[in-house]
């Protein structure tokens, strides 16, 4: 996969000593970057979902976009794997931790 281009995948299936089926996934996610996913045989489906816009600077620092397939499987685990990030960036914002600088706050026991 070292030179296939971004929306490659390859899927590998086994079976472990306790009889469950994996799924393996790597994933050419971008010229630099190659993903790999192992996931039970039921969570999800290899075959392509809608493709993601992704955007890129071409050499003359023009923003270009190219639609990029990927399996269904890493479409559901993206789609839902920030909902963390965004829950604690919605609480900094409305505690404004990041307002409150190097203020103390009185402590009481």
Known sequence: MKDAPGGVHMVLKGTTRDEVTLVAIGYRYSRKTILHFVMTENAGDTFPDDPYEMKYTDSYDNIGTRFVDHPE??????ASSNVIDMHNQLRQDLLQLEKQGSQRIPFSA
């Open 73 to 78: 499987a890493i479409s559901k685990f993206f």
